[in-house]
């Protein structure tokens, strides 16, 4: 009885255009202190800061492009929000190329780039078999179990529905990408978690680079001490490069030639 008027309740909203979540009991305790004219905020011990975001007015949020890309990848990517947004946004910042994704898991990144440059061609990389080598005392916080839950066909499937030029390739990468014409690369969205991957695609895609084009790094000081460490061994051979930390754990990495020559 009480099962099936949850459920009505629940299809009543989803059928007015409600997204309809669980009520963590946090979340009801701060809508009871409301009515008391109370406002309550999770403060975590670790980082006693708040707020951690202000969405308001923020141009991205309100793009509809943007809203509906976030929809048609929201299953299919680990990516917050906050992330999403940054890629959308500096994706459409670079000069001419071609755009990638290394490390695409289930391809909702892959897709959101795409849908951020329709007209771009994309090559989207993974193993499709998780990590091949995790260094120990760097990668510590991976497990090699993880990402095997997912196939390249996955990922062609997203990109079915849409002319766009996409090509999915499976393998380890760059070894993967050996034989291909990537032409100039406008835009990476280099996804790797891992010390070896991280160094050895930032030294494939640093002769690659078109004019104007921007890599974005994942977890990047995060707690992924090989991929920090690949970023900065990078950083430490190729002096033309930058790189800057972007809010919440990503890194923005280019070289300032290819963007002074412009
Ligand atoms: C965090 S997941 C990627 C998440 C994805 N970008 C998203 O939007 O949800 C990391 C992925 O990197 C892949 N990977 C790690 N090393 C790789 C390599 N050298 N070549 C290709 N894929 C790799 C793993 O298989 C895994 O699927």
């Given at each position: ?15 007015r ?39 308001q ?81 760097l ?7 993880w990402f095997?839950?997912?196939?390249e ?66 977890d ?5 001490h ?37």
């Amino acid at each position: 009885m009480l099962k099936s008027a949850k459920n009505n309740t629940k299809r009543f909203f989803l059928n007015r255009g409600y997204q309809v979540d669980k009520l963590h009991p946090a979340r009801l305790i701060r809508i009871l202190a409301k009515r008391f004219g109370y406002a309550l905020y999770p403060i975590s011990p670790e980082y006693p800061l708040h707020p951690p975001i202000v969405g308001q007015d923020l141009m991205v949020l309100k793009d509809a492009e943007f809203q509906r890309s976030i929809k048609a990848v929201e299953h299919h990517t680990l990516l917050d929000v906050a992330r999403l947004a940054n890629l959308w946004n500096l994706a459409r910042m670079t000069g001419p190329g071609t755009f990638m994704e290394v490390g695409t898991f289930r391809g909702g990144g892959a897709l959101h780039i795409s849908n951020a440059a329709p007209e771009r061609e994309i090559f989207v990389f993974d193993t499709f078999e998780g990590f091949r080598n995790l260094a120990r005392g760097l990668d510590d916080i991976f497990d090699p179990n993880w990402f095997k839950d997912t196939t390249e066909e996955h990922v062609r499937l997203l990109f079915r529905p849409l002319n766009r030029r996409v090509t999915v390739v499976k393998g380890f990468f760059p070894q993967s990408a050996a034989s291909l014409d990537l032409g100039k690369v406008a835009f990476c969205h280099l996804d790797v978690d891992v010390y070896e991957a991280t160094k050895e695609s930032l030294n494939f895609l640093a002769g690659r680079l078109a004019p104007r084009s921007l890599i974005v790094i994942d977890d990047f000081r995060r707690g992924a001490h090989g991929l920090d460490r690949a970023v900065s061994e990078f950083l430490g051979l190729r002096k033309e490069f930058s790189c800057f930390p972007l809010f919440p754990g990503q890194a923005l990495l280019f070289s300032r030639k290819l963007w002074d020559e412009c």
